[in-house]
């Protein structure tokens, strides 16, 4: 339909005003006028019935790694196993069915589910997957574990520690590995994915593309392919050749251009070592580099992504911030930083003085914060505490998206939603409106796309998400991991429909 009435319980726009309504109108596929008992008596145009049911602006995951996400649906899951023993087995399965030689290659491995609460050996690969070449993902996703033919075949100068190689090793690997994946496969892969990100309430994704995480021209192949996605993708090149950004037309550069690397392997950049005496992590770039790349990427008025975890990387990025806007100021770059998860007040400050804007993944939170997990055990109890501090951000009214970091957690707004009103350190909780600003307004500002995304507003894509139950009204938390979505539009299209709770769409 070009053009038709929507008629809902109550419609959450987010716009400045914080308008609530009953009924909208959509025309090709544009919001075109929004109220209260909008519709005329008399009318033609069709009218949709979501009387019983609440509308929020189509939710925007703001950090997704969505050809890696898209090649986990072809891989084997092993999220759901209980020991390695486990694990081992149902390679085998798999090694049996496939020709000598074929590579194995499984994902979600994480050791703090299994019995042993251990990684699996190089040396056990080895016995058991002699004639084939294993890589074993870890959850984090900036790790891996190798057989010895696996090293063989790759041909690369990477250095394991018993079979396990971490952040650009790990990426080298993974890299070399996705060369082999049929890009027919791929394809199905990525329609797949983003269905099931529909399915969440999903309208619009931030993807963080190139580089050795994806599959080789990753980027072309999403824009080659956007016309035939249910929802929009916003691409950032995870690249540091300006050249090619331009040549594609793309306005963004960057994502997980490592600073730093991840807390889960003791590669984060941090000022105080890891638990028990683990180390401070790695610094990937110097000072003079990092801002002679900024510097460059500046001038030619891209926008710049950074991923920086720990105290040192997130200060070495936002110094070298600092040093590019006080040469070159520039009032509405919106220059970002991916994860931010352990700043000091300080970093806050300045982040906040430079306009730069986050992309911030707060289901972190619930898989790793809180009393005893993986925070608390690798960086202690005081340092877990300042993980990914929303409240305090927000203070400084620093402009924070939310996000996934798909495939390390799932795309699930509420899930992330949840995550950021449960902080485990409650000086750092937000508003349930707060969290869903950062699923929806926030992440259409830092990406540029604000005046067609993020809010119900007149002019703007008809991007919409209709869900069971009011999360307002919930008198517990925890009924936010499971509201049911009922339906989602994408550009005035239903892209995903719950048929058991509606009949009439």
Same mark, same amino acid.
């Given at each position: 339909m070009k053009k038709y009435f929507i008629k809902a319980k109550k419609i959450y726009t987010f716009d400045h005003q914080k308008s609530i309504y009953d009924t909208l109108l959509i025309e090709n596929n544009k919001i075109s006028d929004l109220g209260n008992n909008?519709?005329?008596?008399?009318?033609?145009?069709?009218?949709?019935?979501?009387?019983?049911?609440?509308?929020?602006?189509?939710?925007?995951?703001?950090?997704?790694?969505?050809?890696?996400?898209?090649?986990?649906?072809?891989?084997?899951?092993?999220?759901?196993?209980?020991?390695?023993?486990?694990?081992?087995?149902?390679?085998?399965?798999?090694?049996?069915?496939?020709?000598?030689?074929?590579?194995?290659?499984?994902?979600e491995f994480d050791p703090v589910n299994l019995e042993e609460k251990?990684?699996?050996t190089q040396e056990e690969l080895d016995k058991?997957?002699?004639?084939?070449? =294993? %890589?074993?993902?870890?959850?984090?996703?900036? !790790?891996?574990? $190798?057989?010895?033919?696996?090293?063989?075949? +790759?041909?690369?100068?990477?250095?394991?520690e018993n079979g396990l190689i971490k952040e650009r090793d790990h990426q080298i690997a993974i890299g070399k590995v996705y060369q082999n994946i049929d890009p027919s496969l791929l394809v199905k892969g990525l329609i797949k994915t983003l269905k099931k990100a529909a399915e969440k309430g999903i309208t619009t994704i931030h993807a963080l593309e190139g580089g050795y995480t994806s599959p080789p021209n990753s980027p072309q192949l999403l824009l080659g392919l956007s016309q035939y996605f249910?929802?929009?993708?916003?691409?950032?090149?995870?690249?540091?050749?300006?050249?090619?950004?331009?040549?594609?037309?793309?306005?963004?550069?960057?994502?997980?251009?490592?600073?730093?690397g991840s807390i889960s392997t003791l590669t984060a950049a941090v000022s105080e070592p890891y638990l028990p005496n683990?180390?401070?992590? =790695? %610094?990937?770039?110097?000072?003079?580099?990092? !801002?002679?790349? $900024?510097?460059?990427?500046?001038?030619?008025? +891209?926008?710049?992504?950074?991923?920086?975890?720990?105290?040192?990387?997130?200060?070495?990025?936002?110094?070298?911030?600092?040093?590019?806007?006080?040469?070159?100021?520039?009032?509405?770059?919106?220059?970002?930083?991916e994860h931010f998860e352990l700043p000091n007040k300080e970093h806050i400050k300045l982040a906040s003085q430079l306009n730069l804007t986050l992309s911030l993944q707060p289901s972190f939170l619930y898989f790793w914060g809180g009393e005893g997990k993986l925070y608390e055990q690798?960086?202690?109890?005081?340092?877990?505490?300042?993980?990914?501090?929303?409240?305090?951000?927000?203070?400084?009214?620093?402009?924070?998206g939310g996000g996934s970091d798909s495939s390390v957690t799932p795309m699930d707004p509420f899930l992330g939603i949840y995550s950021a009103i449960n902080h485990p350190n409650e000086e750092e909780r937000i508003t349930l409106e707060e969290a869903i600003k950062m699923f929806t307004y926030n992440g259409a500002y830092i990406g540029f796309i604000e005046k067609?995304?993020?809010?119900?507003?007149?002019?703007?894509?008809?991007?919409?998400?209709?869900?069971?139950?009011?999360?307002?009204?919930?008198?517990?938390?925890?009924e936010i991991l499971n509201i049911k979505i009922v339906a989602t539009i994408s550009r005035g299209r239903f892209v995903y429909k719950d048929t058991n709770l509606v009949t009439n769409l």
């Open positions: 909008l519709i005329p008596k008399d009318t033609d145009i069709p009218i949709i019935d979501l009387s019983d049911y609440i509308i929020l602006p189509g939710f925007i995951d703001s950090h997704v790694h969505l050809t890696s996400t898209a090649i986990n649906e072809i891989l084997i899951d092993l999220s759901n196993f209980t020991s390695i023993k486990e694990i081992v087995k149902a390679l085998e399965a798999l090694r049996d069915s496939l020709p000598e030689g074929d590579w194995i290659v499984a994902k251990r990684n699996i058991n997957f002699p004639k084939h070449p =294993v %890589l074993i993902i870890r959850k984090d996703s900036h !790790s891996s574990i $190798i057989n010895s033919l696996g090293m063989k075949l +790759l041909d690369v100068e990477i250095f394991p249910p929802i929009d993708v916003i691409i950032y090149y995870q690249t540091t050749s300006i050249k090619k950004v331009k040549e594609l037309g793309l306005r963004r550069i960057g994502g997980c251009l490592l600073v730093d683990q180390g401070y992590g =790695v %610094l990937f770039w110097d000072m003079e580099t990092l !801002s002679n790349f $900024i510097r460059t990427a500046h001038k030619e008025d +891209l926008q710049i992504a950074f991923h920086a975890v720990g105290d040192r990387g997130i200060d070495l990025l936002v110094r070298a911030y600092q040093k590019v806007l006080k040469e070159i100021p520039k009032e509405d770059h919106r220059h970002r930083i690798l960086l202690g109890k005081e340092r877990a505490k300042r993980i990914i501090p929303l409240r305090s951000i927000l203070k400084e009214e620093i402009t924070a067609e995304k993020g809010s119900i507003e007149r002019n703007k894509d008809a991007d919409l998400v209709i869900l069971e139950k009011n999360p307002f009204e919930f008198r517990e938390k925890e």
